[in-house]
């Protein structure tokens, strides 16, 4: 588990739920491989 106040992730891997799971107010590319997340 990560807890933060913001910042971008990158998954490398498949995108799937094993390896991608989140919370929160963040906003996702359209290919799914970045997440940017943001205090509400």
Request: no cysteine; hydrophobic share 30%.
């Amino acid at each position: 588990m990560w807890v933060f106040g913001n910042g971008t992730f990158t998954n490398n891997g498949d995108r799937g739920w094993s390896n991608w799971g989140m919370t929160g107010w963040f906003d996702s590319s359209n290919d799914g491989k970045t997440a940017a997340f943001q205090q509400s």
